[in-house]
Nanobody, 115 residues
Framework: QVQLVESGGGLVQAGGSLRLSCVASRSIISIKTMGWYRQPPGKQRELVASITGSREPNYADSVKGRFTVSREDAKNTVFLQMDSLKPEDTAVYYC?????????WGKGTLVTVSS
């Protein structure tokens, strides 16, 4: 079992930045992949970014060049730095951990980008 707690969401103007954090209840060294997903209002959940244990990142095309995913294993934490935010980035952002091929989810943090 892995509990995940996200933080860092909020209201920001277009062009601004936010940094999301996700703290896991256990060491993330053994977690194969950790990622960030988002669910815009009225839409399906989608992958934003993920990072493997060897720190290989993967990004959705819509956020490449604006978002950066990173992990700090010593603190069991994964981050999502979001820059140049756009109104279409508005969504609930969820942290995800793939642990022994089983996905675990946090409860999400709301990001609202005003125009």
């Amino acid at each position: 079992q892995v509990q995940l707690v996200e933080s860092g969401g909020g209201l920001v103007q277009a062009g601004g930045s936010l940094r999301l954090s996700c703290v896991a209840s256990r060491s993330i060294i053994s977690i194969k992949t950790m990622g960030w997903y988002r669910q815009p209002p009225g839409k399906q959940r989608e992958l934003v970014a993920s990072i493997t244990g060897s720190r290989e990142p993967n990004y959705a095309d819509s956020v490449k060049g604006r978002f950066t995913v990173s992990r700090e294993d010593a603190k069991n934490t994964v981050f999502l730095q979001m820059d140049s935010l756009k109104p279409e980035d508005t969504a609930v952002y969820y942290c995800n951990a793939l642990y022994y091929e089983q996905p675990f989810w946090g409860k999400g943090t709301l990001v609202t980008v005003s125009s």
